[in-house]
């Protein structure tokens, strides 16, 4: 019987364990990690000379929060029922001038090798094409998005928003570590 | 080892029990998955459906027949302490409804449901920024992440309790020869010398009318705020 029960136990415990088998792949090789190099100087208020990187990462993490932000502030003006540009616009703003520098905050050795805490999966640079493809999405669908909002036109920014989330989802899918 | 069970069926959970349940059982699998998958939109609709749930069996704790009844089967420490050391004695009698031990399961995982459900309102989608709670636009950005991180950390201890729930409904099962799956099921089991002669008698219609109403008006609210 006892046999019997720690049996159940221990297949109800593999189940559990299944959903935590979300493993973060294995760092990329140096040759792989070249590749995705991007030039880190076009944007100087992106990333410091020779920051380390926890720094880099730390900075990335700032700036992804900051857009996580904008893309709330926006979305939840839409939703408050009476809409402002006044409220939509600096967020547009932010949205829009960190998407050319995205892709540089993913310079080789800003990964999960680096031994700081980072949802940054390996493949970032493993597939560098990919990455840069999906960066390149949401740099479009947030120019789109700041011209429609310089156009002052209210009825277009949800739908576009909703565009940019996807931009925003489309890379995470991918490149982000799931939470378990 | 167990007490010998007689051949006539006893009515021992009412349908709206069973069917509360099932459809939580249900829910929570399909909250895990489109949760893990990213799905933020079906999420949203499965917690707003949970969240009625919660709504009906909170009233049905009040409202509906005895063994669904809080009153009923929730024990103090003594009587809980006196059935746990029951468990093992000859004259062991299987509870009518649930008895002391599993009150105290029912009423952690409501409690941890209702703590994961009103997480989830604030929670932000974390992937497009769009698909949050439907509380989540009252709240800052960073108490929404807070909001969110502790909903996923509720999960686990969810998780944990459903984990103990299972292995006690197995320990029945395998050591004490009683089958408590089939009658969530069916509503009858067979008979343990315990409970009314008859078995349980079901709560009048109109009261389970107000507990959908009740139920129906919290998703209706919760989807549309």
């Given amino acids: 019987m006892t046999l019997r029960l720690t049996l159940a136990g221990a297949a109800f415990a593999a189940l559990l364990a299944a959903c935590n088998a979300e493993a973060p792949d294995t760092a990329a090789t140096p040759s792989e990690v070249e590749t995705a190099a991007a030039p880190a100087e076009e944007h100087g208020a992106a990333v410091a000379a020779n920051p380390s990187s926890q720094e880099i990462i730390e900075t990335r993490q700032k700036h992804l ?5 904008a893309m709330k502030t926006i979305g939840d003006n839409l939703k408050s029922g009476s809409p402002s540009l006044e409220t939509i ?26 031994g700081v805490k980072t949802e940054a999966l390996a493949k970032i640079w493993e597939d560098a094409p990919g990455f840069q493809a999906a960066a390149k999405r949401y740099v ?10 310089d156009a002052g036109d209210l009825q277009a920014i949800g739908p576009q928003l909703g565009a940019v989330g996807a931009a925003c989802k489309n890379c995470h899918d991918t490149y982000r570590l799931k939470k378990e | 080892l167990a007490a010998q069970a007689g051949a006539s069926p006893q009515k021992v959970w009412d349908a709206p029990t069973r069917l509360f349940h099932w459809l939580l059982a ?26 009625g749930l919660i709504v009906f069996r909170i009233y049905w704790g009040f409202a509906g027949p005895e063994t669904a009844r809080f009153a009923r089967f929730v024990r103090g420490p003594r009587q809980t302490l006196a059935y746990a050391f029951s468990l093992f004695r000859p004259d062991y009698r ?5 008895n002391p031990l599993g009150a105290l399961s029912v009423l952690a995982i409501l409690l941890a449901l209702i703590a994961q459900v009103g ?21 800052s950005y960073e108490t929404a992440e807070a909001a969110t991180e502790l909903h996923e950390a509720a999960f686990d201890i969810l998780m944990i309790l459903i984990a103990v729930h299972v292995a006690a409904v197995a320990f029945y099962l395998v050591v004490k020869r009683a089958n408590l799956v089939g009658p969530m099921i069916t509503g009858r089991r067979r008979r343990w010398e315990t409970g009314p002669e008859g078995g349980l008698t079901a709560a009048p219609l109109w009261r389970l009318g107000l507990g959908v109403l009740l139920a129906a008006a919290t998703i209706w609210l919760l989807a549309t705020i």
């Fill in chain 2, 94 to 98: 299987l509870a009518f409804g649930h």
């Fill in chain 1, 140 to 149: 479009g669908e947030a120019a789109k998005l700041q011209t429609i909002a």
């Fill in chain 1, 65 to 69: 929060k900051e857009m996580g932000a």
């Fill in chain 2, 119 to 139: 997480l989830g309102l604030f929670a932000q989608d974390t992937d497009t920024g769009l698909v949050s709670g439907p509380l989540n636009r009252f709240v």
């Fill in chain 1, 89 to 114: 616009r600096p967020a547009v703003a932010t949205l829009n001038g960190h998407a050319p520098n995205l892709a540089s905050w993913f310079p080789a050795g800003a990964g999960p090798e680096a």
């Fill in chain 2, 26 to 51: 249900g829910l929570f699998a399909f909250s895990w998955w489109t949760g893990e998958e990213g799905r933020l939109d079906w999420h949203r609709w499965s917690g707003y459906l949970i969240a």
